[in-house]
């Protein structure tokens, strides 16, 4: 039986938000023109019902309801971007940390350009908390859906932290 690709749109406060995936999975999370947001062509069929669980919680999160995310998710990336698209999840609610420290935390303590170049590439927003790791110096440095929408996820949890 052949996998259907699925996409789905949602409003949120951060603007239209692209949810792509199967049946089982959540593949992507992407804000309107993030860096690299796959093409929804011929492969992708819409389902306005789809991903209802990830629907469910974003919007809880968004509402300051939720901290931790409990999604089915399967992100295609090579092994060393998974470690550290794993590592993401592991930053607390409220709080960030540097590509430094999470290169370290992820047994690669020399690997901070990489594991930003990794962090860049995670196809899944906010839910794989990417907007969480800052610079060394404490600026804020790049986010795939641009630095508005980091400012912005960063306030929400700092103003919902327990």
């Not at 492969?43 to 789809?50: G, L, S, V």
């Not at 590592?87 to 290169?103: F, R, S």
Request: aromatic content about 10%; proline content about 4%.
């Amino acid at each position: 039986m052949e996998t259907k690709l699925l996409y789905r749109c949602i409003e949120s406060p951060l603007g239209e938000l692209l949810l792509t995936g199967d049946e089982q999975f959540l593949f992507g999370v992407y804000i309107r023109n993030q860096k690299h947001t796959p093409a929804i062509g011929g492969d992708f069929m819409r389902d306005d019902d789809a991903f209802a669980i990830a629907v469910f919680q974003l919007n809880q999160y968004f509402s300051g309801e939720r901290i931790q995310f409990d999604v089915p998710i399967a992100a295609a990336g090579t092994e060393f971007q998974k470690r550290v698209w794993k590592g993401l999840c592991q930053i607390p609610y409220g709080k960030t940390c540097g590509y430094g420290e999470l290169a370290r935390e992820i047994g690669n303590p020399n690997a901070s350009r990489a594991v930003g170049m990794a962090n860049g590439r995670n196809p899944i927003s906010i839910i794989v908390p990417c907007h969480r790791v800052i610079g060394a110096s404490g600026a804020l440095t790049g986010y795939g859906g641009g630095l508005t929408a980091k400012k912005w996820l960063l306030a929400h949890e700092a103003r919902h932290v327990r």
